[in-house]
């Protein structure tokens, strides 16, 4: 069954993706791309206002929607979300127009970037305001500064600042997730910052599963914010597919395990279900043999055997 058939059908609620992207019109995406090796793929000031400027024309260009980003040096995060089914091409675009005009500059060869760019699809809110505030989190995590808003290549001061700039990100869609009224929203999105500052979090994009430990993190931090989201997803609804949030998963999870450790009837597919989902989400299975209470070994067992 195709990874957009499973999302269709309540199967997937998370979708980590290096290649083979979901190309789906309207799937909300976190992208992440990152330099070859300990390469910088951005130096001076420069480099960073040009790729400000390829992403702003990438964006009307393909017709995509920016929600948040933050440029690091040799690393990137956008989260977006693209209204046809053309992210392969927008994202090549935008990368290879960078890295020829990156190399032209340094006079140097090869390939700038490290590999293919990755794709985590979001479908839950709690998902996405997690994702955004680790987008706006890496320079501190970083070590680059002590305050997020002190970072200029990142979208944070239009989450976080009274301004009114008008810019190519749409940072409205996530704050009114948040509260009804801006200046509540960005209060709240503070709250979200300062406390995920205490939070440890794997900045770096190689950790799959980074973004939904530190949700995990985030919602038993400051369940009040999210604890009046509704179950029924607004973003899946965008995406054009009716998913419930992580709640209802987790609880899932724990009735499972139960079920599965006394081995009734239907335990073992039931098993299957989680172990697959949380595999999609970019779970290792070390770490889905700690979640389940079972041993990698059992995990490796309930994949190969047929139902």
């Known amino acids: 069954m195709e990874p957009i058939d499973l999302i269709a059908e309540h199967k997937v609620y998370r979708f980590f993706r290096a290649r083979r992207k979901l190309i789906q019109g309207n799937l909300i995406s976190h992208i992440t791309q990152r330099a070859a090796g300990k390469d910088p793929c951005f130096i001076e000031d420069d480099d960073f206002l040009c790729m400000l400027g390829f992403l702003e024309a990438s964006a009307k260009r393909y017709d995509y929607e920016v929600y948040s980003f933050c440029l690091m040096g040799n690393h990137l995060h956008l989260l977006m979300r693209p209204n046809q089914e053309n992210l392969p091409f927008a994202m090549k675009d935008l990368f290879s127009r960078y890295a020829m005009r990156f190399n032209r500059k340094y006079e140097r060869r090869g390939h700038l970037f490290g590999g293919p760019y990755r794709q985590a699809v979001c479908l839950d809110e709690a998902y996405l305001i997690a994702a955004s505030i680790y987008i706006h989190l890496n320079p501190v995590k970083a070590d680059i500064v002590s305050d997020p808003r002190d970072y200029r290549w990142s979208s944070i001061r239009m989450f976080v600042d009274g301004s009114e700039d008008i810019s190519f990100v749409n940072a409205g869609f ?81 009735e499972s395990v139960a079920r599965y450790g006394k081995r009734k009837p239907g335990s073992y597919r039931a098993m299957k279900f989680l172990i697959e989902q949380l595999i999609a989400r970019g779970f290792k299975r070390s770490e889905i043999a700690e979640r389940l209470h079972v041993s990698p070994k ?6 190969k055997k047929q139902t």
């Open 298 to 303: 059992t995990v490796y067992n309930i994949l």
């Open 174 to 254: 996530i704050m009114q997730m948040l509260a009804d009224d801006l200046r509540g929203a960005r209060g709240k999105y503070w709250q979200l910052l300062e406390k995920g500052m205490a939070l440890p979090v794997d900045y770096v994009q190689a950790q799959e599963a980074g973004v939904e430990h530190f949700k995990k993190n985030l919602m038993t931090a400051l369940p009040s914010i999210f604890g009046n989201m509704s179950i029924a997803s607004k973003v899946a609804r965008i995406a054009g597919t009716d998913i419930v949030n992580m709640q209802a998963l987790d609880q899932r999870i724990d």
